[in-house]
Nanobody, 129 residues
C-alpha cells in the first residue's frame, strides 16, 4: 500500500514559482511511475507531468504541452520523494495539485488519471493576477 503526501502549495503571484513535494511510503516507490495532476474547480483532473523508471534505473520525464518548459518534475528515490518545480506561473495554473503513483510498468507513462493506483490528498495552488 503506497501512501502519498503532498506539500508546498500556496498563494503566489503570476510569474512566480513554487515547488511541490510528494513524499511516498509503504511501497516500491523507485519502480513506480510518479505523476502530478491538477484539478481546477468545475474541471476534470488533468495530467501535468510524470517521471518513470526503467530497467537501467534512469528516470524519464513527460509533460503536458501547457507546462512544458516551465515545470520540472524530478524524483529522489533515496528520499522516496517526487518534486514539481513550477516557474512562470499563470493564473490558469490555479488548482489542487495531486501526486499519484502507477505501479504498472508501461512502455510510456499513462496520462489518464484512471491508470494511477494511488493518490495523495492534494495541495492547493493559487496564482493571483
Amino acid at each position: 500500500q503506497v501512501q502519498l503526501v503532498e506539500s508546498g502549495g500556496g498563494l503566489v503571484q503570476a510569474g512566480g514559482s513554487l515547488r511541490l513535494s510528494c513524499a511516498a511510503s509503504g511501497g516500491a516507490f523507485s519502480t513506480a511511475t510518479m505523476g502530478w495532476f491538477r484539478q481546477a474547480p468545475g474541471e476534470e483532473r488533468e495530467f501535468v507531468a510524470a517521471t518513470s523508471w526503467n530497467a537501467w534505473n534512469a528516470a524519464r520525464t513527460y509533460y503536458a504541452d501547457s507546462v512544458k518548459g516551465r515545470f520540472t518534475i524530478a524524483r529522489d528515490n533515496a528520499k522516496n520523494t517526487v518534486y514539481l518545480q513550477m516557474a512562470s506561473l499563470k493564473p490558469a495554473a490555479t488548482a489542487v495539485y495531486f501526486c499519484a503513483a502507477d505501479t504498472v510498468r508501461r512502455s510510456v507513462p499513462a496520462r489518464g488519471p484512471g491508470a494511477y493506483d494511488y493518490w495523495g490528498q492534494g495541495t492547493p495552488v493559487t496564482v493571483s493576477s
